[in-house]
């Protein structure tokens, strides 16, 4: 090996040290401070390095709080409503990419405008209209405000891959009498699940980290999901940082590994419509 190709080699070995390094020093902070005692961290100081003999001290203290019916109800949120993004945008994906009809450029058009639209501006509307069904204080009522802004995105993903789809092969399933329906879910789909991935991750993360919605439209403490029930450490005159930094420790690390064990697909799924084939 020449010493330029040794150089550039050990240059991105270096690089990529340098960002795994930035990119997992927020984790490595949160545990240092979630195991260091507030005395010490409104005293002296917070350490450098993690004391792990502070663990059953921050256990007790987070063990007054509901943290495992917080990551249940966050769960759900998630989970509910990228089951029903990827359906709903599927089937709404697969009209604007095989379908010809009257109003389909504006159709598009108010679904990107979603995407401009500021949570907040549409917060008293929806307050109302939950009252007047029935879902004020609810996490399906949640779901579906989440589906709201994930459904687009999961819409435009799913188009943009079943594009890239040759029209032949479902000409094919349609001369031998398939369904319209079994197109989609039995030739279509399983051909773009790079993208459906890509999908299911987008409006998962967009559930998982629900805020504002949640605190507006959840009383009962025990439909929190856990970002409103991080919120809620924040005291008026004291603010336990130990046990706000371990509680946000737990609720980020099945996020960081859920989003490492798909990354690869995520990318594919994103680029898979990018150029049609």
Not at 154 to 166: E, S, T, W
Not at 239 to 252: E, Y
């Amino acid at each position: 090996m020449s010493f330029k190709k040794l150089t550039l080699k050990l240059l991105r070995y270096l690089l990529i040290g340098v960002l795994v390094v930035l990119a997992g020093f927020p984790v490595y902070w949160m545990a240092t401070t979630a195991l260091s005692p507030n005395s010490e961290l409104y005293g002296t100081g917070q350490m450098i390095w993690p004391q792990p003999q502070n663990f059953p001290d921050l256990w007790r203290e987070l063990g007054q709080v509901p943290i495992g019916l917080w990551l249940f109800n966050t769960l759900l949120i998630a989970a509910g409503g990228t089951v029903l993004s990827l359906t709903l945008g599927s089937l709404a994906g697969y009209a604007l990419s095989r379908f010809r009809f009257h109003g389909k450029g504006l159709v598009g058009f108010l679904l990107f405008m979603t995407q401009v639209v500021p949570e907040a501006l549409i917060l008293v509307p929806l307050y109302a209209m939950f009252i007047t069904f029935g879902l004020l204080n609810s996490l399906t009522g949640l779901v579906l405000a989440n589906v709201g802004f994930s459904l687009p995105v999961a819409c435009f993903v799913l188009k943009g891959a079943m594009d890239a789809v040759p029209y032949e092969i479902e000409e094919s399933a349609i001369i031998d009498n398939c369904p319209r329906f079994s197109v989609l879910t039995m030739i279509i789909l399983p051909l773009i699940m790079p993208s459906i991935a890509a999908a299911a991750v987008v409006s998962f993360f967009a559930g998982w980290n629900e805020f504002l919605f949640a605190s507006t439209f959840l009383m009962d403490r025990g439909n929190w999901p856990a970002s409103v029930g991080l919120a809620s450490f924040v005291g008026q005159y004291e603010t336990p940082m130990s046990a706000v930094m371990g509680a946000a420790l737990v609720f980020s690390l099945p996020a960081i590994v859920f989003f490492l064990l798909i990354q690869r697909k995520i990318v594919a799924g994103l680029t898979a419509g990018a150029v049609k084939g």
